[in-house]
C-alpha cells in the first residue's frame, strides 16, 4: 500500500514539473479536439493536429516510435515524434485526405 502511494505522488510530481514548463498560451492555443506535438529529428517543431489522427494506424505506429525512443520522458515536456518533417507530412497529409 505505501509503495503504491509513493508511486502515485512520484507520478503526480512528474506531471506537475513536465506541466511547469508549458507557458499558458502553449496549453491554450490548441483548440478543443487537437493535441500538439513535437517533430523532427534535430530541430523540434511544434505541430497542433486532430485527436481524431490516433484512431489511424500509420500515426500510431509514428507514436510507437516516440515509445520506443522516449518511453515517457519527452525532451521537449510534450509528445516528442523522432521523425523528419516529411515523414511527418507525409503520414497527416494522407490522414487529412481520409478524414
Known sequence: MGIRLLSMISGVRQFHK????????????????HFAVYVGETEKKRYVVPIAYLNHTSFQELLQKAEEEFGFQHPMGGLTIPCNE??????????NNSL
Open 18 to 33: 513536465l506541466n511547469s514548463g508549458l507557458t499558458r498560451n502553449q496549453i491554450s492555443d490548441v483548440p478543443k479536439g
Open 86 to 95: 516529411d515523414a511527418f507530412f507525409h503520414v497527416t497529409s494522407r490522414l
